[in-house]
């Protein structure tokens, strides 16, 4: 009986040590890293950007126009309350807006940085060494001659200078014997660089133009207001109607100036189509006496960094009211808000708080002005945009206003909350052409004295402007520096003939930039072998070569015995 020893447990291997949690994390942010900087993910960020800027274009923003926003809000109840979550009509001040603009960014500085540093350090460098196997290039080919080598070589580098590459000679490794392919001495030459370096800046423009962006939205601010002829505003944001401004500018940033209106036009087609607007202004620090100058829709006023534009126009109907006992208000203007573009028909109030009694006993008007007035079915409406027969119908409102109350109105239109609450009450409606009165039951008679006209100013202040217009400009010409530049290299080396007699002149041509290169690769080997004619027919035939005299002088004559 024998006995067998149990079997013994297989060894089990040692697992690999676990790396450190600090080196693992370090590993995946280099890897996020090197996906962020990538090439590739740069265009995808900028891609998703215009794509991001769309609903910027499609919807109303509140940046622009605030009355637009409450309209689609108006129009579309259901829709807008969504959009506006999604931050739809604020898109270029929403997070994931500055999200993908921020990722971007870094995104360009590290792209674009480590290249421009190897561009750099390549332009310096000399032209590469040439490939062993030069049949292999795109474009390759050999000429036969019959100069020596060194002067073939000495050819091949003159017509590649003309046609200025930078040119590099280098020797072969060895001696070489005839249809050898080792490397014998050679002539390395590339141009092109400006191709790289458009590319470089193109790429850093796109960098300069997001500061710029950038800067003009943290140290910008712009403000909106209409202003009356004969009325005028000072760059203040109490002021203004509505205005926005970067996080990083204070009141004291604003700069001192004022703006008078003196005169607005409007000039219309046949067809009623707008024709052009211009406002006579005049402008200046507070108290200083003030420049005329006329400005227009596309061409604002630009002072000291600030740029004042006419972004629009309408009506400010004039009333004069006379209470009983008290002094008339004569030719009081309250600009009408356009409802209509195509006829200027317009909308608006007039409140005159300081009319009545006491807060409860104020006065206050809403009415529709209609430039050139006719009636349909009883109802005011207006048929043409330019003021030939300038309507208006009132509707008199006496009762408390609401001012005092703390709560934001609009200066266009009633509260109709009051009105609602009985508050406010109609005490008279009429329709009035110029001259034209209506008397209220207290004895208080409003009249419409006429009429004058608005424009639409904004002020704007974009200390990146200039930035944003020289990365522009740098922008193109590096987008023409990468289109229209190839980059090329050349290669060129010298072996004996295959009998020993003459050289063989071997080139290669590698392109990048351009499909189509085989008529410069062919015209770069005529005026090659055009050149080693030339040279070879100016090159005297050497002869044999000449006998060396002796050390001990000259070799004595042989003497030929007599016949």
Not at 122 to 148: D, F, K, N, Q
């Amino acid at each position: 009986m024998s006995l067998t020893a149990p079997p013994r447990p297989e060894a089990q291997p040692t697992p690999p040590p676990r790396p450190p949690l600090h080196r693992l994390v370090t590993g995946r942010l280099l890897r996020w890293w090197r996906q962020l900087t990538a090439m590739r993910t740069a265009l995808m960020l900028l891609f998703l950007l215009a794509v991001a800027a769309i609903p910027g274009s499609l919807l109303p923003q509140r940046s622009l126009s605030q009355a637009s926003v409450n309209r689609y809000f108006a129009e579309h109840p259901t829709l807008a309350p969504v959009l506006d979550r999604l931050y739809a009509f604020d898109v270029f001040s929403s997070p994931w807006f500055a999200a993908i603009y921020l990722l971007l960014f870094i995104s360009l500085i590290g792209c674009v940085l480590p290249r421009a540093a190897e561009h750099a350090r390549a332009s310096l460098a000399p032209p590469p060494v040439a490939p062993r196997h030069l049949h292999r290039l795109p474009e390759s080919g050999e000429i036969v001659t019959s100069l020596a080598p060194d002067l073939a070589l000495d050819v091949a580098e003159e017509e590649l200078r003309v046609r200025r590459y930078r040119v590099a000679r280098r020797e072969g490794r060895g001696a070489h014997s005839a249809g050898s392919s080792g490397n014998g001495p050679e002539v390395s030459a590339e141009k092109g660089f400006l191709r790289e370096t458009g590319n470089l800046l193109f790429h850093l423009s796109l960098l300069a133009l997001l500061l710029g962006l950038a800067g003009g939205k943290l140290w910008g601010y712009e403000g909106s207001i209409l202003v009356t002829e004969g009325q005028g505003f000072c760059n203040s944001f109490q002021q203004y109607d509505t205005y926005s401004t970067g996080p990083l500018v204070e009141t004291s940033d604003l700069s001192p100036l004022c703006v008078d209106l003196t005169d607005f036009r409007a000039e219309y087609e046949q067809d009623r189509t707008a024709a052009s607007f211009t406002a006579d202004i005049e402008y200046g620090p507070p108290g200083a006496e003030g420049r005329a100058t006329t400005i227009g829709v596309n061409d604002p006023l630009r002072t000291g960094g600030d740029r004042v534009y006419v972004t629009g126009h309408g009506f400010s109907p004039c009333f004069t009211v006379t209470v009983p006992g008290n002094e008339p208000f004569t030719d009081i203007c309250a600009p009408f808000l356009p409802a209509d573009l195509s006829t200027m028909a317009s909308e608006g109030a007039l409140k005159l708080p300081d009319l009545g009694a006491g807060a409860t006993d104020q006065l206050a008007l809403q009415g529709f002005f209609a430039p050139t007035g006719v009636l349909q079915g009883g109802v005011l409406t207006s048929v043409d945009p330019r003021p030939l027969d300038p309507q208006v119908a009132v509707f008199v409102y006496r009762g408390y206003l609401g001012l005092d109350s703390g709560l934001p109105q609009s200066v266009y239109s009633l509260d109709q909350t009051q009105i609602d609450r009985e508050r406010l009450n109609r005490v008279g409606a009429a329709n009035l052409s110029v001259g034209e009165s209506t008397t209220l039951p207290d004895g208080t008679v409003v009249a419409f004295s006429g009429y004058k006209e608005f424009a639409a100013l904004q002020l704007s202040h974009d200390p990146g402007q200039l930035w944003v217009l020289g990365s522009s400009i740098a922008l193109l010409a590096g987008l023409l520096g990468m289109l229209l530049v190839r980059r090329e290299r050349v290669f060129a080396r010298v072996r004996p003939g295959p009998d020993g007699g003459g050289t063989v002149l071997s080139i290669g041509s590698l392109t990048r930039g351009s499909a189509d290169t085989g008529p410069r690769f062919t015209a770069l080997t005529d005026e090659l072998r055009a050149a080693l004619s030339a040279r070879a027919d100016r090159t005297p035939d050497p002869g044999p070569a000449p006998v060396a005299p002796s050390a001990d002088g000259p070799a004595p004559e042989k003497e030929i015995p007599p016949s």
